[in-house]
T-cell receptor, first 111, second 113 residues
């Protein structure tokens, strides 16, 4: 049973436009959410996080939105750049500080 | 400050064999977690070691075992390899169990034939 779901395996976005990656979760005990970016032949690198006490967190071009009632979060990247092409993992943690990952969304930024 | 390094980067083993993967944690980190990332899946937690003791385990059979050394480097051992064990194995290090602040290594790609 998947507790963190990324229903879009891939997404293509024009350079300069907004990329929106979505994530749903089922476990209401999750209180901390993270996004990781992964390039081929590299490990995941932390991108941005949000605590359940907030509904938005922003870091430069990256913004994460959390809708607790819908158990949904999204990552917005604006403007999208070629270097943003990667696999993005949504992850969640609760209480025990262990991380549960989604399956990932492959983002392609088109020139 | 050195990052998290894993060895080897690639490995091919035969079904039924045993394998040992290695991870050097980042300087100052005392916690190492291991993850399995199968093709098309996200990383799945195998287990965590904190100060040389196992500190949490995911849904993996006992043939997956580990070790952490006094310098906080770690090994992942898998016995009786199965074809489904083919995956990218990731190690992540952090301070004091703080998994949400962990740094990942580049992974070891294991292929079982």
């Amino acid at each position: 049973d998947q507790q963190v779901k990324q229903n879009s395996p891939s997404l293509s976005v024009q350079e300069g436009r907004i990329s929106i990656l979505n994530c749903d979760y089922t476990n209401s005990m999750f209180d901390y959410f993270l996004w990781y970016k992964k390039y081929p032949a590299e490990g995941p690198t932390f991108l941005i996080s949000i605590s359940s006490i907030k509904d938005k967190n922003e870091d430069g071009r990256f913004t994460v939105f959390l809708n607790k009632s819908a158990k949904h979060l999204s990552l917005h990247i604006v403007p999208s750049q070629p270097g943003d092409s990667a696999v993005y993992f949504c992850a969640a943690s609760g209480g025990d500080d262990k991380i549960i990952f989604g399956k990932g969304t492959r983002l392609h930024i088109l020139p | 400050e050195t990052g998290v390094t894993q060895s080897p980067t690639h490995l091919i083993k035969t079904r039924g064999q045993q394998v040992t993967l290695r991870c050097s944690s980042q300087s100052g980190h005392n916690t190492v977690s291991w993850y399995q990332q199968a093709l098309g899946q996200g990383p799945q937690f195998i287990f965590q070691y904190y100060r040389e003791e196992e500190n949490g385990r995911g849904n993996f059979p006992p043939r997956f075992s580990g070790l952490q050394f006094p310098n906080y480097s770690s090994e992942l051992n898998v016995n009786a390899l199965e074809l489904d064990d083919s995956a990218l194995y990731l190690c992540a290090s952090s301070r004091d169990n703080r998994e949400t602040e962990a740094f990942f290594g580049q992974g070891t790609r294991l292929t079982v034939v």
